[in-house]
């Protein structure tokens, strides 16, 4: 059974930090490209960072860039999102997205981050 179980996420002021972490079971992390996405309310869902099944290249969206880190550990089936600086913009609900195909596609539940002070 495919699963991806997000954490971390929570109630922080502006210009704080959290880490989310994703740790999935029932395929093989290590053949799959991760990213992390997210969905303010009323907005679509979109890209945040994404890192291949190496850890070898990552990328981010300009939004992010300089303020998060993605990244990845294959020996505990574990993708991170190190978020540093963060700005009341950047809350919405963060997903984990595994990737290797169109029909090897999924997702976790989703983790609330709220930026307020």
């Known amino acids: 059974q495919v699963q991806l179980v997000e954490s971390g996420g929570g109630l922080v002021q502006p210009g704080g930090s959290l880490r989310l972490s994703c740790v999935v079971s029932?395929?093989?992390?290590?053949?799959?490209?991760m990213s992390w996405y997210r969905q303010a309310p009323g907005k679509e869902r979109e890209l945040v960072a994404t890192?291949?099944?190496?850890?070898?290249?990552?990328n981010s969206a300009d939004s992010v860039k300089g303020r998060f880190t993605i990244s990845r550990d294959n020996a505990k089936n574990t993708v991170y999102l190190q978020m540093n600086n963060l700005k009341p913009e950047d809350t919405a609900v963060y997903y984990c997205n595994a990737y290797r195909s169109a029909f090897a596609n999924y997702w976790g539940q989703g983790t609330q981050v709220t930026v307020s002070s």
């Open positions: 890192i291949t099944s190496t850890g070898g290249i990552t």
């Open positions: 029932g395929f093989t992390f290590s053949r799959y490209a």
